[in-house]
Each structure stands twice: as structure tokens, then as C-alpha cells.
Nanobody
């Protein structure tokens, strides 16, 4: 069983910063891609940043230049540094990981953490 635990959400003013963290635990052989998604009220969940095992990153246009994704393979963690936050960044943020276990490769999700940006 694999579990992803997120932390770091909260309330921040426009222009402020937050750092989200996600730690994977369980019987993990390796973690392939990791990423962060978000879902605003009434909208679909969308990908905002991904990172491969070897550190290649990709960002949604809406967060390029403001958000930075990073990971620590030794600790099985992925972080999202969010700067210059805007009200439209308000959403529930989910971490995601493609994890190799003895049963194969499966995708796991965190429980979500709320980020609210006030204007």
C-alpha cells in the first residue's frame, strides 16, 4: 500500500508565497513521474507541474515563472514552491505519483490541500 501525504496549504494574500510538500510512504521500489494538480470549485482537475525521476520539469502556462516543482528521490518527496500567488490560484492542490511496487506501476494521489489566495 502506498500513501501520499500533503502539507503546506493555507490562506495567503495576493502576491504571497506558499510551499506545498508531499511525501510518499509504503512499499515503494521506485517513483517515476511526480506532479501537482489543482481543482478549483466547479472546474476539472488540471495538471500544473510535473517532474520526472531525473528532474525534467514541465509546467502549465498559467504557473510558468511563478511555481517551481522539485523532488528528493532519497526521501520520496515532491515540493511545489508557489510565488506571486493570484486569486485564480485558489484551488485544492493534489500531488500525484507513478509508483513502482512489487505489484507493478500504479498512480497514486494525495488527499488534497486547500490553497486560498485573497485579493
Amino acid at each position: 500500500q502506498v500513501q501520499l501525504d500533503e502539507s503546506g496549504g493555507g490562506l495567503v494574500q495576493t502576491g504571497g508565497s506558499l510551499r506545498l510538500s508531499c511525501a510518499a510512504s509504503g512499499t515503494i521500489l521506485s517513483i517515476l513521474a511526480m506532479g501537482w494538480y489543482r481543482q478549483a470549485p466547479g472546474k476539472q482537475r488540471t495538471v500544473i507541474a510535473t517532474i520526472t525521476f531525473d528532474g525534467r520539469t514541465n509546467y502549465a502556462d498559467s504557473v510558468k515563472g511563478r511555481f517551481t516543482i522539485s523532488r528528493d528521490n532519497a526521501k520520496n518527496t515532491v515540493d511545489l514552491q508557489m510565488n506571486s500567488l493570484k486569486p485564480e490560484d485558489t484551488a485544492v492542490y493534489y500531488c500525484n505519483a507513478d509508483v513502482r511496487t512489487r505489484q507493478g506501476i500504479h498512480t497514486y494521489w494525495g488527499q488534497g490541500t486547500q490553497v486560498t489566495v485573497s485579493s
